[in-house]
């Protein structure tokens, strides 16, 4: 795809690799990560970084959850990358640093942390079937950097992740602040959505291995034989750092 008559409105300084916001000629807004800007990582195939923000798109969208924005492969004003629809909404509060005595029924805790004077916080989520819905693709995605900054609750309600560069490895990389969900059984809209990912025969979108479109069947077949959220493996440290 080729769009035509861009207007770069700026860079996204906060970003790891090259992000810009860009309008076309009608005045929709979205988000643009061309190759030439990817920083190589040690652990993730160079110059795929964008093709996987595509590939997240097309299985939410296969699996029928909707949690990912429309994202399309283009060739833009800074090369080929990808291209993310701009949500109009505001950073969810779904997830939080709270102090024990603030935890009631509906907050679902991570991890402990204290700060810099020693006392306790917890990083926690709301017991949020929005949030469940994004937890359940970030294991079947393998997203491993699913920060509370990338958590949009939308104008119309729903609640989207962005930032999907680090997702679909071939290796369990899974790395979320959603963690409380951990065992929870999976209800049965849930496992309807796991089957889907055990049915996928071939490749969503180009540009990654097939390998990495096997490993989400076998996650899903995972997923299906326990029944569970997944919990915390060892060897890889389970949250992103910073979470937010």
């Known amino acids: 795809m080729s769009v035509d008559g861009w207007r770069v409105l700026g ?12 309008e076309d000629e009608g005045g929709r807004r979205f988000v643009h990560k ?16 964008g093709r996987r923000e595509v590939a997240a798109h097309m299985l939410s969208e296969q699996l029928g959850l909707d949690v990912v924005p429309r994202t399309s492969w283009v060739e833009g004003p800074f090369g080929e990358g990808s291209l993310q629809e701009f949500v ?3 950073l969810s509060s779904t997830v939080n640093l709270l102090r024990p005595e603030e935890l009631d029924e509906g907050w679902l805790p991570v991890a402990s942390f204290v700060d810099e004077h020693g006392a306790p ?50 290796l369990d990389k899974l790395r979320t602040v959603a963690w409380g969900f951990r065992g929870m059984p999976l209800s049965d809209d849930e496992l309807a959505v796991v089957r889907a990912a055990a049915g996928i025969v071939s490749p969503l979108s180009p540009g990654l291995a097939d390998a990495e479109w096997e490993a989400v069947v076998a996650r899903a077949l995972r997923l299906l ?14 949250i992103p750092w910073p979470p937010f």
């Open 11 to 22: 860079r996204l300084v906060d970003a790891s690799n090259a992000t810009f916001l860009v």
């Open 88 to 90: 109009d909404g505001t």
């Open 225 to 238: 034989r326990e029944g569970v959220f997944p919990s915390p493996g060892d060897g890889w440290p389970s």
């Open 121 to 170: 916080l917890v990083l926690a989520h709301r017991d949020d079937e929005r949030l469940r819905r994004i937890a359940l693709f970030d294991v079947l995605a393998n997203n491993a950097d699913r920060k509370a900054g990338h958590l949009i609750e939308a104008a119309d309600g729903r609640l989207l992740g962005v930032d999907h560069g680090l997702t679909l490895h071939r």
């Open 34 to 49: 061309p190759v030439a800007g990817e920083q190589p990582l040690w652990d993730f195939p160079d110059g795929t970084l």
